[in-house]
């Protein structure tokens, strides 16, 4: 029995680790079609997993980013500037493809009754006067709200004094990096389970009859996200690398996004993104910054949902949008979703500064909230693994593009 048992734990470990994750997503969907009641039931591993990414993803930041900086060499190149050209093209790119999808596909809302139990920020200072407490956060508090702006700044700033230190100091951060680091891979390790059971548990408690009305705008969300993944990023990808790029796109799509897709938490995914810039041989000294950093301001999800929500709000009311108007939309739109981190209830929050731009009174753009909150489980699922897939995917690129690799599995 014990022989059978290792036989087939070393079989379960030879099959990669996408292969599982695949197959829990199956089996998830599978018992939730034969057993809801079971798969209600089951949804507790997915939560788990979750509790788990989002506990480990703070301190895993803080160290790795200190660590980084504390022992970087003198003459090794980081890329971090070419990856936030990326990260901005990207995230403006993402808003103009929804404005012209929204255009091209208009689509009306049957609006709800509105969410009182959320309050947007009252502008665009707001969001960003956020983000700059969230920079100067104590970095206990940091820890503990997983707001990952404070913790890169402490991390950042610790990371440079360290360099100063003893040598063992530095190979003791060093030591507690790769600790972490451990973790974090035995907590991946459960990935196929936690994903097995947040397929069942969210298809067993709400499935997606609830959707049938939104078919129209989920259609203009997802198609959008779907082009920028497949068309728009590959072309930003092919710039960098001169070469074709869907391998890599497909790598990230495959290993990032489909993990992000049923998590919904980009904090969550910056573990797998970390995991995957290590197998891909990227630059521990870039990735390690690059990765939390474009969790919290590579948004180009969150951009599309803004714009298409908005635009769709728009027609709803019968008001003509000009050209100048939708550029300025796409530029407003990106800027906020910059800042959707630094917001409880993320992108959706801000759509009513984006309804500003058209008049239109909040308690109506807090209706259009409540929409979106309706259809949350398709949009904040596509929009997270659009935002998280795309962090590693530029990361990725920048380094193939500047040779910032250590020679191991590459995926161009």
């Known amino acids: 029995m014990s022989n059978s048992l290792s036989l087939l734990f070393r079989a379960y470990k030879r099959v990669g680790l996408v292969t599982q994750i695949v197959v829990g997503l199956v089996a ?31 301190v895993l930041v803080f160290v790795l980013v200190t660590a980084s900086l504390a022992n970087h060499k003198r003459g090794q190149p980081t890329h971090i500037r070419p990856i936030l050209v990326l990260y901005a093209l990207g995230t403006i790119s993402a808003a103009a493809v929804a404005v012209i999808a929204s255009f091209m596909l208009p689509t009306s809302l049957t609006l709800v009754s509105q969410a009182n139990d959320v309050i947007p920020p009252e502008g665009v200072g707001a969001v960003l006067r956020t983000l700059l407490f969230n920079v100067v956060d104590n970095p206990v508090h940091a820890l503990i709200e997983g707001n990952f702006i404070g913790i890169l700044a402490w991390a950042i700033g610790l990371g440079f004094a360290f360099r100063h230190a003893r040598q063992s100091t530095r190979d003791l951060i060093a030591d507690v990096s790769d600790g972490v680091t451990l973790i974090v891979k035995v907590v991946i390790g459960f990935a196929p389970l936690g994903i097995f059971g947040l397929v069942a548990g969210t298809l067993a408690e709400s499935g997606f009859a609830a959707l049938a009305g939104y ?13 920028m993944a497949f068309v728009v990023n590959p072309l930003l990808v092919f710039w960098q690398i001169r070469r074709n790029p869907y391998p890599l796109v497909l790598t990230c799509l495959r290993e990032s996004g489909i993990t992000a897709f049923f998590t919904r938490s980009s904090a969550a995914n910056i573990p797998v993104n970390m995991q995957l810039c290590e197998r891909l041989g990227l630059h521990k000294d870039t990735y390690s910054v690059s990765i939390p950093l474009g969790a919290t301001i590579n948004m180009g999800g969150a951009a599309i949902t803004i714009t298409v929500l908005t635009l769709a709000a728009v027609n709803t009311l019968g008001i003509a949008v000009d050209i ?34 058209f008049g239109i009174s909040n308690d109506l753009a807090m209706q259009v909230v409540a929409v979106g909150f ?14 998280s897939s795309t962090d590693a995917l530029f990361t990725a690129a920048s380094c193939l593009a500047h040779g910032d690799v250590n020679g191991a599995e590459q995926a161009s």
């Open 215 to 227: 078919l129209q705008l989920l259609l203009v969300l997802v198609g959008s996200m779907l082009f």
């Open 28 to 58: 998830g969907c599978l018992l939730a079609w034969l057993s809801p009641e079971a798969a209600a039931s089951v949804s507790l591993l997915g939560s788990l997993f979750v509790a788990g990414l989002k506990a480990v993803a703070p």
């Open 324 to 357: 100048p108007s939708a550029i300025l939309l796409s530029l407003l739109a990106a800027i906020c979703a910059c800042g959707a981190s630094g917001v409880a209830g993320g992108s959706l929050l801000l759509i009513p500064l984006a309804c500003s731009l």
């Open 374 to 387: 309706i259809i949350g489980v398709i949009q904040d699922s596509a929009e997270t693994a659009l935002n």
